[in-house]
């Protein structure tokens, strides 16, 4: 596609916005195991360029600052969504899906699984931001299947680009279990996309 990702997801041609007229606040442009962008970065890449919807320019960055178009199954999140609930999720499917032939897989995603859940409870430590990292990062390249490179990645972009709100959950434990987060510094990008 030869069109920008602002134009993918505003355009009434295509996506037509955001429900409610909401903020903007992330993306997995291609389904669950790519890594997910935060608004800033998913509408302009790290240089500064306009981000578009095909495999080069939305893997520009790698996963530092860019992620994968991967089987496009493109999710938006608004302002209302919550990150650390988001990866819990992911994580409990990707256990699930978990054949247990090989360790990396059958045990990083359990433990990354309960870690997750005891953070989006209100229940984690901030050493378990650094265990999640270190766990994913031995899954990733250490598997027979992709199913483990699946499963780490979207725990390792979600630590990357929203570490604050992991944080915030662990700092505001009680608070976070009846407010989100909310976007914070993640401005909606549009509003930082000159004309
Ligand atoms: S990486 Fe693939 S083969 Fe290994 S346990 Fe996970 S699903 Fe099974």
Redesign the pocket.
């Known amino acids: 596609m030869t069109i920008s990702v602002e134009e993918f997801i505003y355009s009434d041609e295509w996506c037509g916005g955001i429900a409610k007229g909401k903020r903007l606040k992330a993306c997995i442009p291609g389904g669950s195991s790519v890594p997910i962008l935060p608004a800033n970065l998913l509408l302009k890449t790290a240089k500064g360029e306009q981000r578009m919807m095909n495999y080069e320019s939305l893997a520009d960055g790698g996963f530092q600052t860019g992620t994968m178009m991967g089987s496009g199954g493109f999710i938006v999140f608004d302002e209302d969504q919550c990150i650390v609930k988001h990866t819990y999720t992911l994580a409990r499917f990707y256990r699930h899906?978990?054949?247990?032939?090989?360790s990396?897989?059958?045990e990083g995603?359990g433990w990354m699984e309960k870690l997750l859940l005891r953070l989006d409870k209100g229940q984690g430590k901030m050493s378990d931001i650094d265990l999640l990292w270190d766990i994913q990062s031995k899954i990733e390249g250490n598997?027979?299947?992709?199913?483990?490179d699946a499963?780490a990645w979207p725990v390792a972009a979600a630590i990357r680009h929203f570490r604050d709100e992991f944080e915030w959950h662990i700092t505001n434990a009680a608070e976070a279990q009846v407010r989100n987060f909310g976007l914070a510094h993640y401005a909606d990008a549009r509003e930082v996309v000159p004309a």
């Open positions: 899906e978990s054949c247990g032939q090989c990396p897989c059958r995603t598997t027979i299947c992709p199913l483990g499963a």
